[in-house]
Structure formats: C-alpha cells, structure tokens
T-cell receptor, first 115, second 114 residues
Framework: DTAVSQTPKYLVTQMGNDKSIKCEQN?????MYWYKQDSKKFLKIMFS???????INETVPNRFSPKSPDKAHLNLHINSLELGDSAVYFC??????????????FGPGTRLLVL | AQSVTQLGSHVSVSEGALVLLRCNYS??????LFWYVQYPNQGLQLLLK??????LVKGINGFEAEFKKSETSFHLTKPSAHMSDAAEYFC????????????FGSGTRLQVQP
C-alpha cells in the first residue's frame, strides 16, 4: 500500500540520453512535487503541480520537463542527460493546494547515475 | 528569501543520551518550520512541524522541537536516543505568505553508539 511510489528506483544511463521518471500517489492529494537531492544530501525543489497545473517552477534547465496527466501522477522527463544530473530525485505530494503549512509525503526516491 | 542552517553535519551520541540537532533559519517573515527524517535508502518522513500556536511541538518517536523567534531557531531534541534513531535529519522552512515549497537545510546525520 505504497502512498507515493516512484519508478524506476535506480537508473543508470549514458550522457546525452533521454529518460523519464514516473511518480504516482494514491493518497488523493491535490499537489505533487519534484525535488533533487545532490551528492551532499542537499534537497532542492524543482517543480510543483496542483491539480495538473504548474505552480512552482524553480530555476531548472529546460532539459527537465514535468508532465502531470492527472492529479495522481507527476512524471519527470529529462532530455540530453549530463553528468551533473546524477542525483536522487524525490517525488512528494500534499493534500491541499500547495500551501506553506501542508505536510509533504515523499516517495522512496529514484537514484539516477549518468555515465 | 529564506535559508536554513543546520549546525553539525554529523552528530554522534550514545544510546540513552540526549539528542540535540540544531536548526537556525533566516526569513523576512516568521516561517513555518518542519523537521523531516530520512532513513537509509528511503524517502523523507515528517517528524514534526510548527505553524502557529504553542511553540513547543511534539512529534513522532519521542522527538520535540521548540520555536524560538528571538533566536530564529527550531532545535530538535529527544531525551533518550535509540539505535533506531540513526538517520539523516532535515530542518525545513516555508513561507506562510505564499504557496511555496520547502527550503531545506543541508541535513544532520545522527549516529547512535551502543
């Protein structure tokens, strides 16, 4: 009964490739997020969607494109992968419209290694 | 802009000892404050949060934190450490005046020695 799930768990790929990471939540939440955790464990928000609408779009290369087919799914597509994209990517969700006080529920992470 | 500083990237305590993990923030408005825990190879889990009301907040697993506005701090404590508390702990803030995501500190790894 995983609340927030991500696939794949591990992703090893070559520079220049295009890859996607999928996220699904079964909590009935309205808002979903993508975070990047670098090798020093620093977590930074990338995107946030509320009911399929983009509400946060931080300074991220346009090689990264989020897609939300419905409010239970938020996928992350990365074009032309670079070495610096190697990181752990976390999906999260929250119940409301993305307000500051909402608790976020995190998925287990996708470990991306670009060679 | 907001920022979070966690003093001590690594903290080691003995089992049964007091746990104190420090968090200081910088924000133009009083923020909402969170502590999340990350166990190895897992996602983050909320320990506790402060939004309004009582400044001493109790969370899961015996942890608590106190919001001190004058010190811009939100330190996490637990009276007696268990081996199972070994994990990475993240302090985070959010801006209550807008729909913003969390700004995280750099994390503190807690080791518990037998």
């Amino acid at each position: 009964d995983t609340a927030v799930s991500q696939t794949p768990k591990y992703l090893v790929t070559q520079m220049g490739n295009d890859k996607s990471i999928k996220c699904e939540q079964n909590l009935g939440h309205d808002t979903m997020y993508w975070y990047k955790q670098d090798s020093k464990k620093f977590l930074k928000i990338m995107f946030s969607y509320n009911n399929k609408e983009l509400i946060i779009n931080e300074t991220v290369p346009n090689r990264f494109s989020p897609k939300s087919p419905d409010k239970a799914h938020l996928n992350l597509h990365i074009n032309s992968l670079e070495l610096g994209d190697s990181a752990v990517y976390f999906c999260a969700s929250s119940q409301g419209p993305g307000l500051a006080e909402e608790t976020q529920y995190f998925g287990p992470g996708t470990r991306l290694l670009v060679l | 802009a907001q920022s979070v500083t966690q003093l001590g990237s690594h903290v080691s305590v003995s089992e049964g000892a007091l746990v104190l993990l420090r968090c200081n923030y910088s924000s133009s408005v009083p923020p909402y404050l969170f502590w999340y825990v990350q166990y190895p190879n897992q996602g983050l889990q909320l320990l506790l949060k402060y939004t309004t009301g009582a400044t001493l907040v109790k969370g899961i697993n015996g942890f608590e934190a106190e919001f001190k506005k004058s010190e811009t701090s939100f330190h996490l404590t637990k009276p007696s450490a268990h081996m199972s508390d070994a994990a990475e702990y993240f302090c985070a803030v959010s801006d209550p005046t807008g729909r913003r995501a969390l700004t995280f500190g750099s994390g503190t790894r807690l080791q518990v020695q037998p």
